[in-house]
């Protein structure tokens, strides 16, 4: 029997930064080629911040677009949380900032590390919240401006990734389909394998951090993508076996956006034809908190969502999060 948590999706937004950062324009930068990247990620371009433009101002655009979409009154917020691993600053949180550019000022909020299952993470938290009747209009936003962490003298790192940020409208189901179970889990054991080394109390900014180059992204690609092939497919299908569902039931996928032949292993192993799952790394390459509410922003421009269809999110992250949501979508 299906688990039910009162809380649905009522809305949808995204913000990508104009610029485009090519695979052919990384071919400047790097010993890479267009071919290599495509056949390894599946990535042909990403979007990519200006100086002086940060993970809450792309966010702070989703929302304010989000908000304009469902004509919600910003006066009328709750909560806000924003998944990130790329904040502004350590703070204050990048949900304050938010909450003052949108003029919500009503709103409690907060930020959310977990990487590329920030996003899972943070909707699960606010649709608990919806769901106990104590919360009526929640935020929630993933956002994230990896260009800025990132070494573009690696090429095993600065190809994949991205900048963007999505935002959702969460709200009481009141009779209408919501979000139904979630599973998420950590094995911290896989810190070491992706991780930013510089920056925090460990290793605060110092002209010895900057020389050994400890503010920027370290990834050993194999073990990530050994890990995340495995517990995407075991997660998905423990969530879905839970509620009585099969992979059959579904009518979209949509998972976080690291690696084109990660998102295939997973729906191989599923037995998900392509019309079931949500694929646009080609175009934005990995922004982190911001692939899921991005891929359903473009599933709905692209009408593969309606009212009521059987959805599943799933994602892995750094720290090796692991995080899934099934839900029926709410309008």
């Not at 090519?22 to 930068?29: P, Q, R, S, V």
């Not at 600053?89 to 299952?117: E, H, N, T, Y």
């Not at 569902?245 to 949509?254: C, G, T």
Request: hydrophobic share 40%.
């Amino acid at each position: 029997m299906p688990h039910s948590i009162a809380a649905r999706i009522t809305g949808v937004a995204g913000y990508v930064p104009p610029k485009v950062l090519t695979n052919a324009d990384l071919e400047k930068l790097v010993a890479t080629n267009d071919q290599w990247i495509r056949e390894r990620t599946g990535i042909r371009e990403r979007h990519i911040v200006e100086k002086g433009v940060a993970s809450s101002h792309m966010a702070t655009e989703a929302a304010k677009t989000l908000l304009a979409n469902t004509g919600t009154n910003p006066a009328d917020i709750d909560l806000i949380v924003v998944a990130s691993v790329t904040p502004d600053m350590m703070f204050p949180a990048m949900a304050c900032l938010v909450q003052d550019r949108i003029g919500a000022k009503k709103a409690w909020g907060f930020d959310l590390s977990a990487a590329c299952s920030g996003f899972a993470y943070a909707l699960t938290v606010g649709a608990q919240l919806v769901g106990a009747g104590t919360h009526k209009k929640v935020l929630v936003i993933g956002s994230d401006a990896m260009s800025t962490i990132l070494d573009y003298k690696d090429r095993a790192t600065c190809v994949l990734f991205g900048d963007g940020a999505g935002a959702v409208l969460l709200e009481p189901t009141g009779g209408d389909p919501g979000i139904i179970d979630f599973a998420h889990d950590v094995d911290g054991s896989g810190g070491q394998f992706l991780y930013m080394p510089g920056g925090g109390s460990l290793n605060p900014p110092t002209h010895e951090t900057v020389d050994r180059n400890m503010h920027v992204v370290h990834q050993e690609g194999s073990q990530v993508f050994k890990y995340a092939v495995r517990r995407m497919a075991e997660v998905a299908a423990h969530l879905l076996e839970r509620n009585g569902f099969s992979s059959k039931d579904l009518k979209l996928v949509v998972p976080h956006q690291a690696n084109l032949r990660i998102i295939r292993a997973m729906q191989e192993r599923l037995g998900l034809p392509d019309e079931k799952v949500m694929v646009n790394i080609d175009r934005y390459g990995n922004t982190t908190a911001g692939t899921i509410p991005l891929g359903l922003r473009d599933a709905l421009d692209e009408g593969r969502l309606n009212k009521g269809d059987l959805v599943l999110l799933m994602a892995v992250g750094a720290g090796y999060t692991t995080g899934g949501v099934l839900l029926r979508w709410g309008y």
